[in-house]
């Protein structure tokens, strides 16, 4: 089963992740994080189903996911 993770602090809080994710799995916290902005958080993990497209949307880059024991990385930095 595919787990997302969310970096709470490098978050800030465009909601793009949300509207892109076709499972709905990701919601909008609210909570602040450190730098004041309410981030995204998984809502529903049982929905993924691990297309990454939301870790691909961020433009933070603050989203990883791991499918299986994988993980996947989309950029090299």
């Known amino acids: 089963m595919p787990h997302v993770t969310i970096e ?7 909601e793009l992740c ?10 909008m916290s609210k909570k602040l994080n450190e730098k004041g902005y309410f981030y995204a958080e998984v809502a529903d993990p049982h929905r993924c ?9 961020c433009p933070d880059v603050a989203i990883s996911v791991v ?3 994988a993980y996947y990385s989309l950029f090299q930095y």
Request: aromatic share 0%; charged share 15%; net charge positive.
């Open 8 to 14: 709470r602090d490098r978050c800030k809080g465009c």
């Open 67 to 69: 499918i299986h024991g």
């Open 18 to 27: 949300t509207l892109a994710c076709p499972m709905h799995v990701l919601g």
């Open 49 to 57: 189903i691990g297309c990454r497209i939301c870790a691909i949307t």
